[in-house]
């Protein structure tokens, strides 16, 4: 599992085009995702989307991905489940605090991020709703996209820092 994990941060920039082709494919089947009734599909796409999702980034199913912010490394196997960055006690060799057998979380999500060059790795994260925990973030992308109530992170840190900068 790890070391799936880990060539998944490796590869982002690709797996992010690859996400970004689904992205467009679930877009173009939403109507008739829409008909079946998203609730109908929760579990089967949910058992889809855990298994993929759980091969490739171990993922936890916290139900708002934020992968395509973090450099394809899941912030929810931090021990701490930071959404936001590194608690601070990353050790000398980039290991965690918590389990020093483990690198940081946020150490591969910046290795990745670099990769993937999109911008969004300084984008704040909504802190983790506990409520949509299990459930699909795929099926939450594809209605909120269609009903246009995507949410956008709220504030870009890098907004922040270029304040600062000046």
Same mark, same amino acid.
């Given at each position: ?38 609730? +109908?599909? *929760?579990? !089967?796409? &949910?058992? @889809? #989307? ?48 918590? +389990?020093? *057998?483990? !690198?940081? &979380?946020? @150490? #591969? ?58």
């Amino acid at each position: 599992m790890r070391a799936m994990r880990l060539w998944s941060v490796r590869n982002s920039r690709g797996l992010m085009k690859l996400y970004e082709m689904f992205e467009g494919t679930i877009m173009v089947i939403e109507p008739l995702a829409r008909k079946i009734g998203y609730q +109908k599909l *929760e579990r !089967p796409v &949910v058992a @889809v #989307e855990r298994n993929i999702k759980g091969l490739m980034f171990d993922c936890q199913m916290c139900g708002q991905c934020a992968l395509s912010s973090t450099g394809m490394s899941c912030p929810m196997n931090c021990p701490k489940n930071l959404r936001n960055g590194p608690c601070g006690g990353v050790r000398s060799n980039g290991h965690c605090e918590v +389990k020093p *057998e483990m !690198p940081c &979380v946020w @150490v #591969e999500a910046w290795e990745g991020s670099q990769a993937m060059a999109n911008g969004k790795f300084f984008d704040v994260q909504e802190p983790v709703d506990h409520r949509m925990k299990g459930s699909s973030s795929w099926l939450r992308i594809m209605r909120q996209k269609k009903d246009g109530t995507y949410p956008e992170p709220k504030e870009s840190a890098r907004t922040d820092i270029g304040k600062i900068a000046t």
